[in-house]
């Protein structure tokens, strides 16, 4: 009973290790902090044209290529 629970978590480690492997994605995830910028005025995102919209968080949390801005039209960061 016991060599069966060995080789089950064995059989785990060896599955988990080949997808990441072939998947490196799913171990590079994006850590952001946990605090609010106050000074953003607003963010423009490709998709959306010149529309703005209510800026994020953070400029972590900002989407792939959405830019944040002051209220004054000063970009703060670009999100990646």
């Known amino acids: 009973m016991a060599?069966?629970?060995?080789?089950v978590i064995y059989l785990l480690l060896l599955s988990s290790a080949i997808l990441l492997v072939f998947n490196p994605e799913i171990a590079s995830a994006k850590v952001?902090?946990?605090?609010c910028t106050q000074d953003a005025g607003y963010m423009t995102c490709p998709s959306s044209g010149?529309?703005?919209?209510?800026?994020?968080?953070?400029?972590?949390l900002a989407p792939k290529g959405c830019t944040v801005y002051h209220a004054d039209g000063t970009a703060i960061c670009t999100g990646t």
Do not use: E
């Open 3 to 7: 060599g069966n629970k060995v080789g």
């Open 32 to 35: 952001c902090p946990q605090y």
């Open 50 to 60: 010149n529309k703005q919209l209510n800026p994020p968080c953070n400029c972590c």
